[in-house]
């Protein structure tokens, strides 16, 4: 059974960085998984922010160019979305999305606030 679990959420002041895992288990096959990162703000719908997939093709929300770098490391099944220069429209949970032909994983999410 394929689990995408979220790590490194948190409480940061403006300005400040976070760096947000995504470590697949139950598959041997993640660098076939295409990995979206979502985020869902108190009474919005999800959004979707960053893409890295399976060729390593990278794409990013408007709001989040220049601050946001996604990666992966197929060897360790994991993905990563470093975030600078974070600002209160930030906060969110964070959900990784994996998808590998017809089937989807997400992650429970992460909280991350910004906030001084």
């Known amino acids: 059974q394929v689990q995408l679990v979220e790590s490194g959420g948190g409480l940061v002041q403006p300005g400040g960085s976070l760096r947000l895992s995504c470590t697949a288990s139950g598959t041997s096959i993640f660098n076939y998984f295409n990995v979206d990162w979502y985020r869902q703000a108190p009474g919005k719908v999800r959004e979707w922010v960053a893409r890295i997939s399976t060729g390593g093709k990278i794409n990013y929300v408007d709001s989040v160019k220049g601050r946001f770098t996604v990666s992966r490391d197929n060897a360790k099944n994991t993905a990563a979305l470093q975030m600078n220069s974070l600002i209160p429209e930030d906060t969110a949970v964070y959900y990784c999305?994996?998808?590998?032909?017809?089937?989807?994983?997400w992650g429970q999410g992460t909280q991350v606030t910004v906030s001084s």
């Open positions: 999305h994996g998808t590998v032909g017809t089937q989807e994983y």
